[in-house]
């Protein structure tokens, strides 16, 4: 049975680099995800190192997903079913994760991965999504449910989630790993020269999009790559101690624009986490204070029976979940 | 809004997608389809028959949807369509008989086609709007069912008990169109007293120090319109009593958007009568 009761307590979050980002700081590894807008060779080589891409997509059309590339039953290294509804973000990055030599981790996933050693993909699947810490370092970036809007019984928003799909290199293949599949699907092995591993998952991820009739298809890309800030500032300091000023500021504004990409995930997260019903309300009573409430509620209704119109004139439907 | 506007009601539970296949399974929660007329817009919603509360509201534009039996499906699978997007809302019927599956389909088709359609009962040789239910079973028909409209009204009653005469689920304001920054920044300028007001309601790890700054970029941020999204959606169910008290305002202030706004207003007023605030 799906539906409701299939999530066993995992929230829908949102698929953003900043969500990925913070959940890889709590399971203690050094990596962080990017939005990766093109597969292009330029594209790639500036994220590099690169550990594995994710391919999210929502598919809108009912046909069949075509198969590309073989399975493999005997695959060696780590990968996990889709148990539970809501869990595919932190099982995609687990499943990539899983399959990285000597990555650094904290002890709670360490543990978590030794434990599942050897285990069938289902049984392991079970395992990860039972692990309470690992839940709730999933759902600290969803939206608090102090509006306790599941006691309410609104639409639940399930159906708009994206599917997520790992591709990443291992022992010399190029794999695709995707909780929904019944094992690892290997997609040959790849040319280690050159760019190696990416040039064999770009093709594979250009034909899998061109599989789909155009605009069935609602994807997008992201990066698991290793966190830069740690090099950039050790490069930094390092050529500032040897008096290269010239060369430090290529660097300072690479450095510059790190930071300000942290400061905005760590501002958009704390309004993730946060209940807003408060400021909303707040907000409300301050417009009425200052006497201008009525008035925006009365430009407000005549937006919402313009969008009525509009909606009704183009026959689209509102849908509001 | 009272139940005039019912058009028709049937047991049906709701079904989805297993995320990532094409299986569609059925969710074991009781229910029903009701199709009614509000404000001159069709709405198609799902009440859970347990809770009695609308989980689903779908607003219909002529023509756009269709109503049809999953072939591929075992059992009574009903798909929504819509031709203006790809969204699909799997429903299955529940009434214990099939034998008027395909009398509320064609129904649920006319209305969907033309909302002033009159639904036609008890005559088999309605023709099918929905050409893919020509087959569909008439297994074994216990036909013991009563005139159909004391059913309906029976039914209604049932579902309409525990919200009874709440506040219709849609509201013709959205908080979403009163909180823009567009109507929020000219307070900020012409009431700067209320800014700090307005801090203690903000995120407590945000990496910088409130300011009018912040305030406004969180306005805008799509976090924040989200959860004011969730919030109006939540007030539209008409069932926020509880939560509403805590913010000070009356029980009532949680039944609807319009109430929600007027109780705000009255608790501005009386707080500005506290506060003597000289404002304009």
Known sequence: ?321 | MGDSGTLLAFKAGRAFRREGTNFVDPSPAKGAILLRKEDDLLHLMWKNRTSNEVEEDLILFPSDATFLKVSQAPGRVYVLKFSSSNQRHFFWMQDASSARDEEFVNNVNGFLMDPDYEASWGSSSQPSTSTSTAGASQSSAPSNFQATPEQLAQLQQLLTSAVGSGAPPHSDVSLNDILTPANITPLFTSHPDLIPTLFPHLPPDLPMPPSPEVLQRIISSPQFRSAVSSFDQALRTGLLGGLVRGLGLPEEAGTGIEPFLRAIQSQAESERGEDSMDTD
């Not at chain 1, 291992?170 to 929904?180: A, I």
């Not at chain 1, 290997?186 to 061109?210: C, D, K, M, P």
């Not at chain 1, 958009?268 to 509620?297: D, P, T």
């Open chain 1, 1 to 321: 049975m799906s539906g409701d009761d299939d999530s066993n307590g995992w929230q829908l979050t949102e698929s953003d680099p900043g969500v990925f980002s913070e959940l890889l700081k709590t399971l203690g590894v050094p990596l962080i995800v990017d939005d990766l807008y093109s597969l292009d060779s330029e594209s790639l080589a500036s994220l590099q190192p690169l550990h594995a891409l994710i391919f999210l997509f929502k598919w809108v059309s009912t046909s069949s997903d075509s198969m590309s590339g073989n399975y493999d039953p005997e695959f060696p290294g780590f990968f996990a079913h889709q148990v539970v509804n809501n869990a595919c973000a932190t099982l995609a990055v687990l499943n990539a994760l899983g399959n990285i030599p000597a990555l650094k981790s904290g002890s709670q996933l360490t543990q978590l991965l030794e434990f599942t050693n050897g285990m069938d993909p289902q049984t392991r699947g079970l395992v990860i999504t039972s692990s309470d810490w690992l839940r709730e370092a999933h759902n600290s970036l969803s939206p608090p449910s102090a509006i306790s809007l599941d006691g309410l019984g609104l639409p639940k928003q399930t159906e708009d989630a994206y599917h997520f799909v790992v591709y990443l290199p291992f022992m010399g293949s190029l794999y695709e790993l995707d909780g929904l599949k019944p094992h690892a699907v290997r997609h040959g092995s790849y040319n280690e020269t050159g760019e190696g591993w990416l040039s064999r998952a770009r093709e594979v991820i250009e034909n899998r999009i061109a599989t789909y009739p155009p605009g069935a298809l609602d994807f997008s890309l992201l990066a698991l790559r290793e966190d830069p800030l740690p090099l950039i500032q050790a490069e930094l300091a390092e050529l500032q101690a040897a008096g290269k000023q010239a060369e430090a500021a290529g660097l300072v504004v690479k450095l510059e624009s790190e930071t300000s990409k942290r400061n905005r995930w760590n501002f958009e997260n704390s309004l993730r986490r946060h209940n807003h019903v408060g400021l909303v309300h707040s907000l409300l009573v301050s417009l009425a204070k200052a006497g201008k409430l009525e008035s925006a509620k009365e430009r407000a209704k005549g937006i919402m029976k313009e969008r009525v119109s509009k909606a009704k004139s183009k026959g689209e439907v509102m849908d509001e979940s």
